[in-house]
């Protein structure tokens, strides 16, 4: 009964390796984000689909490309690794993109680029 | 633009002791603020969100915040802190398009 979960839950890679993170939701909602957590625990916004389209890209290098199938999946793939790519990603959704609606997070996945 | 600071990276309490995790906003507009918890190796999960309805707002496990819009704070506090409290805390403010800004974050520590 997850409401946001992500696979994998860790990912070990080596640099320059391409590789996709799931993100699916049963919420029902319409709006999907990706956001990235530093080692310092920083969390910022990447991207935002609202029923598959893309609405918010902040300035993330074109090697992540976040793909939607359906308004419940949220995928991120990120060509080229980067040890600067070692963070946790948190996938997230809402019902609308209003200004009190809730976003509900995924358990994250922990990237370490090698 | 919209942006939250929280005062104190590290904020360590007695068990049954008050806790207090300071925020502050800037927003041009009427912001939308929200707490989350983050609990070690863990997503994050809403405590609490003020939406202008009630200056106090109740949140989950305890906590409660109140806006203060002369003093642009949203602190977080719990009367009495327990060991399961201890985890990462952060204040975030809704932007634009929808998306959440948030602050850096505050490590809560419960000393027993």
């Known amino acids: 009964d997850t409401a946001v979960s992500q696979t994998p839950k860790y990912l070990v890679t080596q640099m320059g390796n391409d590789k996709s993170i799931k993100c699916e939701q049963n919420?029902?909602?319409?709006?999907m984000y990706w956001y990235k957590q530093d080692s310092k625990k920083f969390l910022k916004i990447m991207f935002s689909y609202n029923n598959k389209e893309l609405i918010i890209n902040e300035t993330v290098p074109n090697r992540f490309s976040p793909k939607s199938p359906d308004k419940a999946h949220l995928n991120l793939h990120i060509n080229s690794l980067e040890l600067g790519d070692s963070a946790v990603y948190f996938c997230a959704s809402s019902q609308a993109t209003t200004q009190q609606e809730t976003q509900y997070f995924g358990p994250g996945t922990r990237l370490l680029v090698l | 633009a919209q942006s939250v600071t929280q005062l104190g990276s590290h904020v360590s309490v007695s068990e049954g002791a008050l806790v207090l995790l300071r925020c502050n906003y800037s927003s041009s507009v009427p912001p939308y603020l929200f707490w989350y918890v983050q609990y070690p190796n863990q997503g994050l999960q809403l405590l609490l969100k003020y939406t202008s309805a009630a200056t106090l707002v109740k949140g989950i496990n305890g906590f409660e915040a109140e806006f203060k819009k002369s003093e642009t704070s949203f602190h977080l506090t719990k009367p009495s802190a327990h060991m399961s409290d201890a985890a990462e805390y952060f204040c975030a403010v809704r932007g634009s398009a929808s998306k959440i800004i948030f602050g850096s974050g505050t490590r809560l520590s419960i000393r027993p």
């Open positions: 919420l029902g909602h319409d709006t």
